[in-house]
């Protein structure tokens, strides 16, 4: 194997930099040539596949996104744009992928995989619903954005005695919500995992009025069956008995475009440098992550498909604390 190639796919997140930048150093290293691919899948069909050194990754580990762009590709899903795709690989010497992204990027992966193309996934995407890996790259990131968040509008909150509805990201896992809202002190906990009753929901603000509480927060994932604007639109034909007026805010985007804290350059560092290790042991088809602590590789059949249930303990832990 002379060449691999790398790519990042899918939503961005902080701590991809990293994995890039220890993919070519480390490939680097092993006396590989590297490329990297523009725009994930849809710059693969284009052909925007270029060399990358160890001096061209330099000053990338502390910026957010990624480097390389990021894209949605439906043509990929495709009989014929997957041959392309194996086809541009071929053009460019490339011998192997390390595709650097989420779900979706690595059903990707897969799908190269059973082509013919020797591919190895990273674990990142700030939802952590990847199976295969305890925690993804993005997550710590994305859930520190969403807890400052969560203090900054407490202050508020207390200050004018109202409800604050925090809507986080997560798509369909709850794992930022519920992480966010134990961490953050949050009076209630909406995720899609467990069914979401407003009335439910208003008794807790109305119980942290009556104990004398000067604010409540409720964070809300944005795939619960009730999001934020559903929950606002309820307690609206029910103010009168709430005790306190309710607010929100929805963070969006805004988890996603942080600096990557220390944890996740780590994570990237070391999932990132295990991809190409795991290369140069013949091994492919399968996804690096960290479990217990230690990098470890799935099978790509493993992780594609499958969803990461939250921990039931967390959840009891959440009821628990909200009181």
């Known amino acids: 194997m002379r060449r691999i190639a790398v790519l990042t796919s899918g939503g961005d997140a902080p701590g991809m930099n990293a994995a890039i930048r220890a993919v070519v150093r480390a490939a680097v290293d092993r006396g590989l040539e590297v490329s990297g691919v523009r725009n994930g899948y849809k710059g693969l069909l284009e052909g925007d596949v270029f060399p990358l050194g160890a001096r061209d990754v330099g000053g990338i580990l502390a910026r957010g996104g990624t480097m390389l762009g990021t894209a949605r590709s439906p043509d990929f899903k495709t009989d014929a744009g997957v041959a392309q795709a194996v086809a541009v690989l071929a053009q460019h010497a490339v011998e192997a992928v390390v595709v650097i992204g989420g779900g979706g990027s690595q059903t990707g992966a897969l799908t190269l995989s059973r082509h013919g193309v020797r591919a190895v996934g990273v674990a990142s995407t700030i939802d952590n ?14 859930l520190n954005i969403a807890i400052e968040a969560l203090d900054r509008l407490r202050v508020t909150a207390s200050s004018h005695r109202r409800a604050m509805l925090v ?10 919500g519920l992480m966010a809202g134990i961490a953050g002190g949050a009076e209630a ?8 009753d407003p009335e439910a ?18 964070v809300v994932a944005e795939g619960a069956a009730y999001d934020a604007a559903a929950l606002v639109r309820y307690f609206e034909e029910h103010n009168e008995r709430l005790g306190f007026e309710v607010r929100t805010t929805i ?52 992780v594609v498909g499958r969803n990461k249930p939250l921990p039931p303990a967390m959840l009891e832990l959440a009821r628990v604390l909200s009181r």
């Open 129 to 142: 619903d990847l199976p295969g890996s305890d925690v993804t790259i993005g997550v710590d990131t994305a």
């Open 167 to 176: 809507e986080v990201m997560g798509r369909d896992c709850g794992y930022l």
């Open 189 to 196: 906990i909406c995720i899609p995992e467990v069914p979401v």
């Open 251 to 302: 963070l969006g985007h805004v988890q996603r475009g942080g600096i990557p804290t220390a944890a996740d350059r780590l994570l990237g560092t070391l999932l990132g440098a295990a991809a190409v290790d795991t290369l140069i042991a013949g091994h492919h088809g399968v996804l690096c992550g960290m479990v217990g602590g230690q990098v470890v590789t799935t099978p790509l059949t493993d």
């Open 201 to 218: 929901v208003a008794d807790e603000i109305c119980e942290a009025y009556e104990r004398g509480k000067p604010h409540a927060l409720v």
